[in-house]
């Protein structure tokens, strides 16, 4: 097909994600150093404008006609885990759309799916997929956005995945590329997405929601013991069992809805600790199903990501997980990207993963 228009030629990577009527978006020259030079980055709201009106001022930035990778946001698509069909690999989309029909929010028919092999296929046992299912609402307002940008739009990935190419980059640069390693990125202060991988794969991922006032809660020594002061009150370990009707990675019960009193039952935690703690239980929860699913790969280590916070969060979870916890901080990858406000950086962390995206994956 021949545009009507003629392409931006360069190596520049335009990566955007598009959702609550927000645009965030990054625009990166690869070196020859393996780095990324960001030429820009923002984050951009429709606010009451028309899309002709909203789409005249991302031109007037200079954000037209590039080739460009979409990343989906956590709030825009389901991530379900498997058994994987036993199928031919043409097959499997197909097999999968069946098996996933009465794990949706939607009609099957009203979705797009892909399919990505949990793991990296060299330990023993049963297979699993993780499967992206997608509204067609969703990926058509992305690309009706990209078609009145001029955007060739050769990819629509995931934020599960961009993080785990951030963590993989991390991992290798400390030359630690084959050890299981975890990432924590909290972007919007409403939501944490948790991935674990190993050999450069994703194996585990959980979205969670966080408990109203996490955000502006203290997080400080103080709260040491009251984890194991609580512990009567959560389902034992050995009962978090995998629950494959949710998120991939969404084992057992969800404890982000759980009431401060339900939590407090066995140490009455003051109000501003028991969001809080509700998030220490998520993390740990789900770090104990690692253990105990993967034990052949034992956790190297965990890294988050909370804004400005990072430090400070990765501090407290040290202390409280009684593990090494570092801060997620990739600007050593992607310089350019510091001089951004610390808003906008927390916004356009996961789309620099996507910078970092090999091909030969589906995702």
């Keep these: 097909m021949r545009w009507p228009w003629q392409r931006k030629i360069s190596g520049d990577q335009l990566v955007v994600s598009w959702s609550g009527q927000t645009l965030a978006y990054v625009l990166a020259r690869p070196s020859q150093d393996g780095l990324h030079q960001v030429l820009k980055l923002g984050v951009v709201s429709q606010g009451g404008d028309s899309l002709d009106a909203f789409v005249h001022r991302l031109q007037a930035q200079g954000l037209k006609g590039f080739e460009t990778h979409i990343m989906l946001r956590p709030e825009q698509y389901q991530l379900l885990q498997i058994d994987t069909p036993a199928v031919p690999p043409e097959e499997l989309r197909a097999a999968a759309r069946y098996q996933i029909r009465d794990m949706i929010n939607s009609h099957v028919d009203d979705v797009t799916l892909d399919v990505m092999r949990v793991g990296d296929e060299q330990q023993k046992g049963k297979s699993h997929l993780f499967v992206v299912a997608a509204p067609n609402a969703v990926v058509r307002s992305v690309l009706d956005l990209g078609d009145?940008?001029?955007?060739?739009?050769?990819?629509?990935?995931?934020?599960?995945?961009?993080?785990?190419?951030?963590?993989?980059?991390?991992?290798?640069?400390?030359?630690?590329?084959?050890?299981?390693?975890?990432?924590?990125?909290?972007?919007?202060?409403?939501?944490?997405?948790?991935?674990?991988?190993?050999n450069e794969e994703l194996f585990y991922s959980r979205s969670f929601d966080l408990p109203e006032g996490f955000f502006d809660a203290s997080w400080h020594p103080a709260t040491v013991g009251l984890m194991a002061e609580q512990t009567e009150a959560f389902t034992p370990v050995q009962d978090y069992v995998p629950d494959y009707n949710g998120q991939a990675g969404a084992y057992g019960q969800d404890y982000s809805a759980m009431s401060a009193g339900a939590l407090s039952s066995s140490s009455d935690p003051s109000e501003h600790e028991a969001p809080v703690q509700r998030f220490l239980v998520e993390v740990q929860r789900s770090l104990d199903v690692w253990d105990r699913t993967w034990s052949s790969l034992p956790l190297h280590g965990v890294r988050v990501y909370a804004g400005d916070r990072s430090d400070q969060l990765a501090q407290w979870l040290s202390t409280q997980l009684g593990q090494p916890v570092l801060a997620l901080d990739v600007r050593a990858l992607f310089p350019g990207c510091e001089s951004a406000p610390s808003d906008v950086q927390a916004l356009c962390l996961p789309l620099l993963g996507v910078l970092l995206r090999r091909e030969s994956r589906k995702l």
Excluded: F, P
């Excluded at 739009?153 to 084959?178: C, F, H, K, P, Y």
């Design 148 to 198: 009145a940008m001029h955007w060739a739009v050769s990819v629509i990935d995931i934020q599960e995945t961009a993080q785990r190419n951030l963590q993989n980059a991390l991992i290798a640069r400390d030359g630690l590329a084959g050890q299981a390693n975890a990432s924590l990125v909290v972007v919007n202060g409403q939501e944490a997405v948790l991935t674990i991988s190993a």
